[in-house]
């Protein structure tokens, strides 16, 4: 004999579902092998989420159960996860604002490392942005003002070309010229630190115009505001 679900049964697809959902927007692409990944603070936000989502609805009458599973959920989850869960939201949009740019996105623990190579970022002698990067700081300007629970550590790069002490402060030049334009685009300049290397730290060999470019870089780390010391 048929009978209709129950409130109760309703009540778990509605969670199972809910849960999923979370689960699969967090979700990230390893860019190594291309595959989906959950990450720990993922996996601590679906549990959060199940916590909150069943606390949401025990306190919640019928009429306002539905709303007070979304609302337990999103807690749950962000109190699960904690600041790496937001850091993995931070990465699957930072990484689909930088596809096809030639900006490398890297993560390392609850860090996002963004790598800027000269073909985008500065010509060769210079601190001015060139054409192609506006829109790149642009879009990342956006995310880091959706996402604002963050520090910005903003690191310049030369080549070998010239001497030191003029690449020192060519180096730190390009890092203010980054930290000058996003906070022109709204992000506080007290989230933002920024430091010249020089030529001390090149990614590629000096003596092909290629490995010159990848060396003129600019680095962007983006880390959660409960990871800075001192």
């Given at each position: 004999?048929y ?11 509605a ?10 927007g ?6 190594q ?103 790149v700081?642009?879009?990342?300007a ?19 070309t010239?001497?030191?002490d ?8 390009r ?46 780390k ?9």
């Open positions: 004999m009978s209709a679900p129950t409130h109760r049964t309703y009540f778990r697809l969670t199972v579902g809910l849960i999923g959902a979370l689960v699969v967090c979700t990230t692409t390893d860019p092998t291309g595959q989906a990944k959950a990450s720990d603070a993922t996996k601590g936000a679906g549990i959060g989420a199940a916590a909150g989502a069943l606390l949401g609805a025990m306190t919640s009458n019928k009429s306002g159960r539905a709303k007070g599973m979304l609302t337990g959920a999103a807690l749950g989850a962000a109190a699960g996860g904690g600041a790496g869960y937001l850091m993995d939201k931070q990465e699957a949009k930072m990484r689909a604002q930088m596809a096809n740019s030639g900006v490398q996105v890297q993560r390392q623990g609850d860090a996002l490392n963004l790598t800027i190579p000269g073909n985008i970022s500065f010509a060769s002698g210079s601190a001015s942005l060139t054409p192609n990067f506006s829109p700081l642009d879009k990342i956006q995310t880091l003002a959706e996402y604002p629970d963050t520090q910005v550590q903003i690191v310049g790069h030369t080549d070998n010239g001497p030191d003029l690449n020192q402060r060519l180096s730190q030049n890092a203010n010229a980054v930290s000058l334009y996003l906070g022109g685009k709204g992000i506080q300049p007290g989230r933002m630190q920024t430091e010249g290397m020089g030529s001390s730290m090149p990614v590629a060999s000096n003596t092909t115009p290629d490995g010159r470019a990848q060396n003129r870089r600019v680095e962007i983006i880390v959660p505001l409960a990871k800075q010391t001192g």
